[in-house]
């Protein structure tokens, strides 16, 4: 099982993930004017307060702000339109690993730059974003035993091995009921891409294989999904609303699940409602 999961890396995610380690961040920055012209002066009509107008302008363009500003992006993280679920067919999803989860937190061997605070936040994080899927999760520090494997069937073990990582950035094992995150992998990536803020690799790693974890053992095709990967090797790619918009963002894929993850792990679950 763990190697088929693999494939979210090994199959067309290399030169991804080579993007990642070479790119460079380049911020982009915006500037708004709003330009108020003075109204014609009327004797009868008192002198406009050119604060109040000001205000008022701004007040009526807020709302057009905001929305104008709702990326292609955003709207595919939100929304899971009818027939946008699509896999590539590396799996079959199933109930999650058990009807409750507890993924116990082992910070051992992670890199001397990685807090367990964050580790901790970004683990309650994903937990927090997959709770709609319907199945209860939580999180808590500890090291895992085999009593304490066997103690519960719901207890997975997240931690730092290169060796259970298998050369990816993290990889779910679900016969072990394992997540494991690669030191060396985010120490590559600190080396390689100083400036790509490697909270957000990390979040989307433990988001993407707690979905596996959750049932969903098909990786989606929907490029945002946090399940998702780009192609599969075989000059197949993945689906976006408008595929310009890939190019305008380093990753993509969504750090924590989409509307679309949510509603197959419902549905992988048994669970009723979009």
């Known amino acids: 099982m763990a190697k088929k999961l693999a494939a979210f890396y090994n199959q067309g995610q290399a030169k991804h993930w080579q993007d990642l380690l070479n790119s460079s961040d380049k911020g982009c920055t915006s500037s708004d004017s709003l330009a108020l012209s003075r109204p014609p002066k009327h004797p009868m009509q008192p002198r406009p307060n050119p604060a109040a107008l000001l205000s008022l302008a701004l007040a009526m363009l807020l709302p057009l702000q905001a929305s104008a500003?709702?990326?292609?992006?955003d709207q595919e993280i939100a929304e899971c339109r009818p027939g946008e679920i699509a896999t590539w067919g590396d799996g079959r999803d199933r109930p999650a690993v058990a009807a409750k989860l507890v993924f116990v937190y082992e910070h051992r061997g992670a890199p001397a730059w990685i807090s367990e605070v964050l580790v901790m936040q970004l683990l309650e994080r994903a937990v927090q974003a997959w709770a709609p899927c319907g199945v209860p999760a939580v999180v808590v520090r500890g090291e895992m035993s085999p009593e304490l494997m066997a103690a519960n069937k719901g207890n997975i073990q997240v931690l730092w091995n290169e060796t259970a990582a298998r050369g990816n950035f993290a990889l779910a094992n679900l016969r072990q009921r394992q997540l494991a995150i690669s030191p060396a992998g985010f120490a590559l990536l600190k080396k390689r891409n100083p400036g790509h803020p490697f909270q957000e690799t990390l979040q989307m790693v433990i988001s993407h294989e707690m979905?596996?974890?959750?049932?969903?053992?098909?990786?989606?095709?929907?490029?945002?999904?946090?399940?998702?990967y780009y192609d599969n090797g075989r000059g197949e790619t993945c689906y976006a609303r408008d595929r310009s918009q890939l190019k305008t963002v380093t990753e993509y894929r969504s750090m924590l699940p989409t509307a679309c993850d949510l509603q197959r792990c419902r549905a992988a679950n048994g669970k009723t409602g979009n």
Do not use: E, K, P, Q
């Not at 979905?211 to 998702?228: E, F, N």
């Open 211 to 228: 979905g596996h974890l959750y049932g969903l053992m098909a990786h989606s095709r929907r490029c945002v999904d946090v399940t998702s």
């Open 69 to 73: 500003f709702v990326s292609i992006r």
